[in-house]
Each structure stands twice: as C-alpha cells, then as structure tokens.
C-alpha cells in the first residue's frame, strides 16, 4: 500500500538555503494533506496542512505547494535552520478515505551549520 | 501546553505474554486514535476510538488487538498474545474532531515495545 509515498529518503541542506521536500499520493480521495516534524524519541508534531481544493499555504518559513493534477506537494522551509534538522512526513486523509492519517514513509532533512 | 503523554517510555516483554500501553489524551478531545512505526517503516493507522466504540480500524487490528477508555481519561491499547513482529514503536494521538477534517491530530511520545 503505498497511497502516499516520499521518494527521497534524506536530504541535506545548507544552513540559510531553501529545503525542498516532496510527496506523492494516489487516492484521489484524499482532502487535507498535512505534514509532521518528528525528532528522535518523540511522537510527530504537526506543521502544515493544505486543503485540496487550494493550491499554496504558508506559514512563517513553512511553505506547502499542492499540484492536484499531479497528484504532488511539497514542503518548502527558507531560511532552513540547524534546529529544522528531524524526520519530515507527509500525512494525507480524506472524510471518504477513513477516519486516519496515511503517512509517507518519511524524508530525514539534515541542516547543516 | 496540553499534551498527549504515554506510558510506559519502553516495554520489553516475552513472546506470548499480554502487555496494555496506556495514553492520556489532550482533556478536552473526542477523537483517539493508535499508530504503530516497525524501525525503518512508516508510521502506520492501527485504529480510530470515538464515543466510546472503535471508528475505523485496520488490517494490522486483528483480534488480538482492543482498546478500550476504561476511565474519563486514559486510553489503553491491549496485545492479548504478543509475537515478535508487534515490536515497534506504538503512538497515541487525540484530536478535536475526527480525521478527514484537516484537523490537527497531537501524538505523544511513543512506547517503544520490544517482544523477545
């Protein structure tokens, strides 16, 4: 079952540069899309989410992009920081697709000073 | 902060043996839910609890597997017989409403349980 799928395991990023990550879906049922941070010895945290029926939601230096047609979004933090340093997933659900989150498997953004 | 907290922090038990995890979720939530992350996999939807009976559940949710608010406010997870492939980390989250709403769910930190 690979509904939501990060393609990119790691990734690393300069201290100050944009971090880039993606995440695709294939249930077209899906109607939020909602991204965790998750530190080592932690539970997920919640840091963005985006309806599918909008395209772009920011907050502060978190911004999350939606391609509907493409079935895509991503995550875009700038300035990156050291402490943005955890596991990054992408979670989706839908009122038709189950009262539960589906997660991607997870990208580990490593920012280094 | 309100926070969702979990007990016990790691549980090591024997193949076979029965272990509950407790949760406490966030007071004033409605919705709880159980996930399960197996080292180097993706966190995956055990089951959904609302109003007191079980929502939504899994495949991975079979019968050895409840779940129950035995008071106000915990919320257990039981394994009637556990095997060594139920070694994972096991997560609690609440939230406000249920999912599929675009609502927050807030997890706490996790029971490591190891089987051996």
């Known amino acids: 079952d690979q509904q939501v799928k990060q393609n990119s395991p790691s990734l690393s990023v300069q201290e100050g540069r944009i971090s880039i990550l993606n995440c695709d879906y294939t249930n077209s049922m899906f109607d939020y899309f909602l991204w965790y941070k998750k530190y080592p010895a932690e539970g997920p945290t919640f840091l963005i989410s985006?309806?599918?029926?909008?395209d772009k939601n920011e907050d502060g230096r978190f911004t999350v992009f939606l391609n509907k047609s493409a079935k895509h979004l991503s995550l875009h933090i700038v300035p990156s920081q050291p402490g943005d340093s955890a596991v990054y997933f992408c979670?989706?659900?839908?009122?038709?697709?189950?009262?539960?989150?589906?997660f991607g498997g997870g990208t580990r953004l490593m920012v280094k000073p | 902060e309100p926070e969702v907290t979990q007990t016990p922090s790691h549980q090591v038990t024997q193949m076979g043996q029965e272990v509950i995890l407790r949760c406490v979720p966030i007071?004033?939530?409605?919705?709880f839910y159980w996930y399960r992350q197996i080292l180097g996999q993706k966190v995956e939807f055990l089951v959904s609890?609302?109003?007191?009976?079980?929502?939504?559940k899994s495949e991975i949710f079979d019968d050895q597997f409840s779940v129950e608010r035995p008071d106000g406010s915990n919320f257990t997870l039981k394994i009637r017989s556990t095997k060594l492939e139920d070694s994972a980390m096991y997560f609690c989250?609440?939230?406000?409403?249920?999912?599929?709403?675009?609502?927050?769910?807030?997890f706490g930190q996790g029971t490591r349980l190891t089987v051996v």
């Open positions: 985006i309806s599918s029926i909008k």
């Open positions: 007071s004033n939530h409605l919705y």
């Open positions: 979670a989706a659900e839908g009122f038709n697709a189950g009262n539960m989150l589906t």
């Open positions: 609890f609302y109003n007191n009976e079980i929502s939504e």
């Open positions: 989250a609440s939230s406000v409403t249920g999912q599929g709403t675009g609502t927050e769910a807030f």
